[in-house]
């Protein structure tokens, strides 16, 4: 029997499905009577409200794009997407095929249509597009063949990416030359303003795509990358009859991605989370900048470490939790949706795949809310290695020693004594303060090729509650060596959070770092999650204090960061869409706050909730003010 | 009466081909379905025809409830039938029906739109407009306008919209709106009932 009015309601509407009478059901649930009446009165009348009819004439418009796709396919094409050429299609494709069979013999060419860039037949597959765009004989057709040309690079970075290939530099290359031919066919013809439309977002689409592959590319195709790059920007400002203009020189060093409070400087210069980043006119997005806003910027960095800002956002702060991150092992995979650490993502044909989803596969995922719904905007997994085995997180907070620079492309920061390279993967939050020396930093790493790479750097605020005399947290054990810091927090002194490798009585190893182990201790069992306090001392971190092992259940260690969007009654944490369970073992560092930034390690529960093992809220004050929830 | 007027619509698709409509039972319709799908999935022209003829107009729908505008529905609906054509090679029967596997991609493709538009600093279509002022007399017993039904949604979050088109306009059972949405039957009852208990207030004048 239903208890809830959902339950009841459900049920009714199930069995007057099935043929009974609506009083009958109403008659099981005399206290529910007027509330199931209307709602079921309601259903009835949804369910009886005429669709909605598309129009003859488009719908056998589409017929058409959807017979000649089905043709293509046939033809042992790969799909394309969004192709709209109409009638000329089969023109073209006919007058490619005859003239580079004859050229070259039909076995090659249709053998070439679905290979990659790392193929050696992809030069004929490019040939034939070639022969295609002569036998396009009006500009905008050429344009557009063109634009679908590029996208079709892109759809094939995507496949190598997926194959967990480099990208070679002819790829970028193509992609590069098509877009730009189908930007000077267009420009300075408005009346072809749908092609242009298309031209701008796809340029914006594709460079945002590149924006975060420079650890993939291949060695050789650095410059490829910072010609396509600078083309695909630069597409978007002539599209819109924008006079500036990004030089490839501009991003010889690639990329960086910054976020912080922007101030001025001089002219045009703006300290970005105490980074030095110029803007002009070819930075495209919020540069309508006021100081103490808070911005997201990716920037171009020349040879000569000098930042140039491609695109500001402005963070939207009463938006606060539509971005977080979620890592672990993939419980479930399909086509369009994952399980992981108990949320359910959705993949779609946009989501940025570097890796072949497999069960158990451990993967980080960039999760974007939209419209409510959990979506993937990337999917990353270890690039090197054995496909399921991801090096462990390790998570380091320590003062920023010495000068901290972004001149390179690949940077040596020392953190709390530990080396770290910075590399244009690695993202900069200076939500909280300026990025300089003696600040408190937090850093997300793993080891690649037997070095400590930061996936993600972020400035700590300064905490009054973190001084010596507080108990607890970092700092708090008040030992006899070294003063203190800026924030308070004595030199030295370290927090790591990890996974527990190897070790014995004396010597333990975190997530790649060693470190004295604390005295008294029972080892811990491989695979727990290990945090800990500790002081460097030369080469060595001694253990001052142990804060906590976890053995996590059969399933492993997960990981959430993100802005905390709601705090449930019972203490649920609702970072994005997903919902962290804390239970009376959960230990929690800092105070959770609606708007506070928080890094969760979690273990799946018996009831697939993902369950908190410890807490470590980053804010002492909420960064953003409380977002209104609905319902 | 009324379990007439429900019947066939929650568990069956409202177009589907007139043999779908017997009175068989509900897998045997998922088979013949499946087995139209096989031959879809080998390009056959006339099976093509059949699931363009049948999913086109439900799509649209779909689309405009969501979208409330006559072009970008047309323009998701084409963008949706490709990608089914283009991705029919990958489906694997699981029990569910096709149609689920079809509204899962419109679904998707409606959140990239909601992605780009995002991206471009649009107005979202779907947030609600002006508080709608509807008679309370509307409770009776006949269709609602589809004029009324399109404001109306507009006043629900995004999942409560989403569960009234696939279950009460689009008849899916839980099951299938669940594998729609990627969440459990369970939140589809309890979204259900709260997405008509918003409507009714909606309806009779007390939107949000």
Known sequence: MAGSLASILDECLDALNQGERLEDCLARYPGQVEDLRTLLLLARRLSLTPRHQPRPAVQNAGWQRFLARAEDMRLGGKPRPSINIGWKRPLAIAAALVLVAVATGGGTVYASQGVLPDSPLYRVKLASEDVRLWFTFDDAGKAELLLDQSRERTDEVMELLYDGKPIPGNVLSSLRSRNARAVRILEGRPEESALLQRAHEQSAAQESLLLGLWGDLSQSAHDEYAEAVATLHNAQLRTDDVPGAVMPEDLAAGVINITGSAQETVEGVWLIGGVEVRLDASTLGDVNLQTGQAVDVVAARGANGRLLALTVAATDRHEPQQQYVVSGALEEVSNDEVVIAGQRIAITENTLLKLRLQRGQAVEIKVEEISGEAVAFSVEGPKTGPQKAAPPLLVYEGVIEGTVSTGEVINEWVVGGQRFLVTPGTEIDARAAALAKNVRARVEAAIDKDELVARRVVVLAADPSQDATEEGDVGADGTEEGGTDGDGTEEGVVSVEGVFEAGDGERWTISGVEVDAPLDVETPEVGSLVTLVARRKGDLLVTEKLLATFRPSGRGLAQVRGIIGKIEEDGTLQVGSARVELGVESVVKGQPQTGSRVFIWGSLNDSDALQALYVNVLDPKPLAPESGSED | ?208
């Open chain 2, 1 to 208: 009466m009324y379990a007439n007027a429900l019947s066939g619509l929650i568990d069956k698709p409202r177009d589907a081909p007139a043999s779908a409509e017997a009175e068989s039972a509900p897998s045997d319709d998922i088979l013949r379905e499946w087995e139209l799908v096989q031959r879809a999935q080998a390009l056959e022209d006339s099976a093509l025809a059949s699931l363009y003829s049948t999913f086109y107009p439900r799509i649209y729908s779909y689309a405009f409830l969501h979208l409330g505008d006559v072009q970008t529905a047309e323009d998701l609906t084409s963008e949706v039938m490709l990608k089914v054509l283009e991705s029919i090679k990958k489906y694997r029967f699981k029990g569910l029906p096709f149609s689920a596997w079809v509204f899962r991609i419109a679904r998707n493709k409606l959140i990239d739109l909601h992605r780009r538009r995002k991206r471009r600093g649009e107005i979202d279509l779907t947030q609600p407009l002006a508080t709608m002022q509807a008679s309370p007399q509307v409770m009776a017993e006949r269709a609602l306008d589809r004029g009324q039904i399109q404001l109306a949604l507009k006043h629900l979050t995004e999942e409560q919209r989403q569960v009234i088109v696939l279950k009460f306009v689009e008849g899916f059972d839980n099951a299938s709106v669940a594998r729609v949405l990627g969440r459990s039957e369970g939140a589809i009852k309890s979204l259900q009932h709260r997405a008509l208990n918003s409507l009714r207030r909606i309806m009779s004048g007390g939107a949000r």
